[in-house]
């Protein structure tokens, strides 16, 4: 009875917003273009914000949602406030920054650096080189932030892996666009291994991973960095269908121990079919799928709870854009792990099923319901059903239209 | 497993070689300038277009596969005025090609060597829908339009590859006539047309509507880039029947629903328009494109 209610309220809320953002988004969208249009900095400022409710209630919450923009409270969640600047610094860099503001569950609002980097503009051979503070090249869904994401939370398995604010450091790497007749790139990269955004490596003394209490660790050797691999192929197939496959992989320092390692690696694959004629991009098939596995030393050898915890999971998500402006999405999720788990929230077995329709009412703004159908291990209730509407705007700069 | 590798090692030797360095790369944003390009320059260089003509390039998504383009062109042509400001961009910044940046000779913005027309006047908000602020983009539908662009493009190849000079500026001059003695029979097709009322689907038609002198005087979307509402249809059914309006026109990438309602409830004809080179079979060169323009627009409007 208590998850109809909810399942009610989430909807009532739902149509209420439908109907004011909708004159929102006529009304406010006042952004003076021409003042946009010619500067040499471009200026932009995106916010997303969610309403919704779960049969879960808030502290279980936290475990089922647990990205750090994922909608994670009955009633209503700032995702993210991201305000980004970028433009050319001279004829050597390009340079961005990404600043995120958003409300914590006790109300507290976080400013974030959550990216600031330079990429080199002409170097020779096909080489570029970036470096400051950045996401690392992992994964498809890894680099994306989450205006540009196709669900409203993160696929489960990146929050395990990668902790609630997707995997970024502080470091440098370089890309090579290969001379092969296709595109293929080759990413090497090496940031710091410690701070609370590469949770599955020096994270905060004190945490627990796998009941594993985290220990301080000095990363004062330079053996004590966050190595990175990635190789990307896109090839387009036919000229309707394009492909995007790759592969990467990372090791490092954990803080379980003073010298263990973790490995984590996957594989990714996007395809994308849009017909020949096509309307503002409509309509399009695109299918996006992850698998990941880490490998967790737990503990110094010499230690007598040593274990390698071995995760694993992925998620497989299709997007229909059926008609200009409706996406319909569905995503399946999956995540397990090695060892007794059930009451982990972070280690147990879990499957998440996830219908959602987006509609964009125009190039910078978006509505997004989305239904989770949750399986859990961890709370006493195992299955959970959660309903969240999304809301989004854009200001200033265009945004980018990636593949 | 050692003829394998051998095999592998081959492959890759035969993939990176260099395919001849003779030919000018040029790499078009879309198929109207790659068509323009070929026409001047012929042989000595090879062209293509990261759009196709079929879609509407504004909304075209930065590729991997076009960034292997970019990468590897001596010369990048735009249309400009905001067209693809939603993917060449980040395109260029994955590029690594200073060659083809902004301000380098390797980069040419098409929208610099013409008259933009629809310039706002006013403050411009995005409640405007997708107003451009340099100007309307759509400028390669007026075919003079076309010789402007094909003189600009003619002077670049020539700082870019002086040797071939002469070919050029003799492509050119060719390309240039047969475009003006092919103008005066559009005209000619056109003549019924001048001074007619017309509707549009989106503001994308007002250097056609110039070159043959007939007005646009309305669109199905209620502002540029907003799918048309009930309220707003309705509202063209009273101007089409008030105004006698005989004629609308559109792109064949748009939805045909709204126009066929407009068309049941008003008769209204409708002149679905290839906007593009490429943009409907048989449609492989500039010329084409107005020799197809041209016989669509007399066969919808019946004269």
Known sequence: ?403 | MKTFVIACLWCVTLLTVPQSQAALQIVTTTEDLAAIAKAVGGDHIKVHSLTPGSRDPHFAQAKPSMIRKVYGADLLLLIGADMEIGWLPPLLRSGRNSQVLPGNPGYLDLSTTVTLLGKPTGPVTRDMGDVHTQGNPHYWLDPKNGLLMAQAITERLVALDPDHSNAYQRNLASFQQRLTDKMKEWQATLTPLKGDKVIAYHTSLIYLATAFGFQIVDEVEPKPGIAPTAAHLNRLIKRIEDDQIKLLIMESYYEQRSAKFLQDKTGIRIGVIPQSVGAMPGIGDYIQLFDTIATTLKQAGTF
């Open chain 1, 1 to 403: 009875m208590q998850q109809h209610k909810l399942l009610l309220a989430a909807l009532a809320v739902s149509l209420f917003f439908m109907h004011s953002t909708v004159s929102l988004a006529t009304d406010s969208n006042s952004v003076k273009q021409q003042s946009w249009g010619n500067l040499p900095i471009q200026i932009g400022l995106s916010g997303l914000f969610s309403a919704g409710g779960s049969s879960a209630d808030n502290d279980e919450l936290s475990g089922l949602q647990a990205g750090g923009h994922d909608p994670n409270r009955n009633g209503f969640t700032v995702q993210n406030v991201e305000l980004s600047l970028s433009s050319t610094v001279d004829n050597y860099f390009d340079a961005q920054a990404n600043l995120i503001f958003l409300i914590d569950t006790e109300g507290e609002t976080v400013v974030e650096l959550e990216e600031a980097f330079l990429t080199t503009r002409g170097l020779s051979s096909g080489l570029q080189i970036k470096a400051g503070q950045f996401f690392t090249e992992f994964g498809r869904q890894n680099k994306q932030h989450p205006h540009t994401w196709a669900f409203v939370d993160q696929p489960v398995i990146l929050s395990r892996l990668f902790g609630g604010d997707g995997l970024r450091s502080q470091g440098a790497r370089l890309a090579w666009l290969m001379p092969v007749g296709w595109y293929s790139e080759l990413y090497l990269g090496a940031q710091n291994a410690n701070g609370e955004t590469v949770t599955s490596f020096l994270f905060a003394p004190g945490e627990e991973v796998a009941g594993h209490t985290l220990q301080e660790r000095s990363a004062n050797k330079g053996s004590e960095l966050l190595y990175n691999a990635r190789w990307l192929n896109g090839l387009d197939l036919s000229e309707t269908v394009s492909m995007n496959i790759g592969f990467s992989g990372l090791i490092g320092p954990n803080s379980s121990g003073a010298d263990t390692d973790t490995v984590i690696y996957g594989a990714d694959i996007y395809l994308k079919w849009q017909p020949l004629r096509s309307q503002r991009g409509f309509p399009f098939v695109a299918w996006h799928t992850e698998f990941l596995k880490r490998d967790y030393d737990a503990g110094d050898v010499t230690d007598p709870s040593h274990e390698t915890l071995k995760d694993s999971g992925g998620f497989t998500q299709v997007l229909w854009g059926f008609k200009p402006g409706w996406i319909a999405g569905l995503r399946y999720d999956f995540a397990r792990a090695n060892g007794n788990t059930a009451t982990d929230p972070q280690r147990d077995n879990r499957t998440r099923i996830s219908p959602n329709v987006t509609w964009y009412l125009s190039e910078y703004s978006k509505l997004r319901l989305q239904y989770n159908y949750d399986k859990t291990e961890h709370l006493a209730d195992n299955t959970n059903h959660s309903l969240w509407l999304q809301y989004e705007f854009n200001i200033g700069s265009h945004a980018a239209h990636t593949f």
